[in-house]
């Protein structure tokens, strides 16, 4: 079963402007991580944000930002002020045991 | 430290051919993980080894598959009689043991062509 939701087709946004990335989440466990790694054209997973599941507030790295909503079983990942180097694959995955389970990734291209 | 790395970062062979990828890991970080990536998918967890234990395997990892990590620093992944499913993106991550929120650190990532 899908452990990792990100649903959205791909998505092209203005730089500087703000952009959304929607993942949803499926665990019984009461302890776990959310995690969001961007992946360049180069291949390498770069991590961006973390959020734990008895964290009380939401994660925030420079322009990243985690819209953890946890009775929805969402963590959605917000950029602000986009830059074209933020174009890339965005990843969501959720730590279990010791594993983390990745979705299958939002595409964002930012524009001039 | 520069990070996790692996070598190398691209690898062609033919059907049949084996094929032998290395990591290695940020030097304080005593777990080390594989996952296999296919286009337009997300990584899939391999195995990961503690130190020198390999800790977990996933169904994914076939008896063609081995996976070492003989003195606890870099690891290698083997994979015997390569099929033409095998191409994908193998990446490495690392972290150091402890609280289970530790943020996995991924190397470049070696992609496989088996034509």
């Known amino acids: 079963a899908q452990k990792i939701t990100q649903t959205q087709p791909g998505m092209f946004v203005q730089e500087k402007e703000a952009v959304t990335l929607d993942c949803t989440y499926d665990?019984?466990?009461?302890?776990?991580?959310l995690f969001w790694y961007k992946q360049p054209s180069s291949g390498e997973m770069i991590f961006l944000i973390y959020?734990?599941?008895?964290?009380?507030q939401n994660a925030t790295e420079g322009r990243y930002s985690l819209n953890f909503q946890k009775a929805r079983k969402s963590a959605n990942l917000v950029i602000s002020a986009s830059q074209l180097g933020d174009s890339a694959m965005y990843f969501c995955?959720?730590?279990?045991?010791?594993?983390?389970?990745f979705g299958k990734g939002n595409q964002v291209v930012v524009i001039p | 430290d520069t990070g996790v790395s692996q070598n190398p970062r691209h690898k062609i062979t033919k059907r049949g051919q084996n094929v032998t990828f290395r990591c290695d890991p940020i030097?304080?970080?005593?777990?080390l993980y594989w996952y296999r990536q296919t286009l337009g998918q997300g990584p899939e967890f391999l195995t990961y080894f503690q130190n020198e234990a390999q800790l977990e395997k996933s169904r994914l990892l076939s008896d063609r598959f081995s996976a070492e990590r003989p003195k606890g620093s870099f690891s290698t992944l083997e994979i015997q009689r390569t099929e033409q499913g095998d191409s994908a993106m193998y990446l490495c991550a690392s972290r150091t043991s402890g609280e289970l929120q530790e943020t996995q650190y991924f190397g470049p990532g070696t992609r496989l062509l088996v034509l």
């Open positions: 030097s304080e970080h005593n777990r």
């Open positions: 995955a959720m730590r279990e045991t010791d594993r983390l389970a």
């Open positions: 665990t019984s466990d009461p302890s776990y991580g």
């Open positions: 959020q734990g599941s008895y964290d009380q």
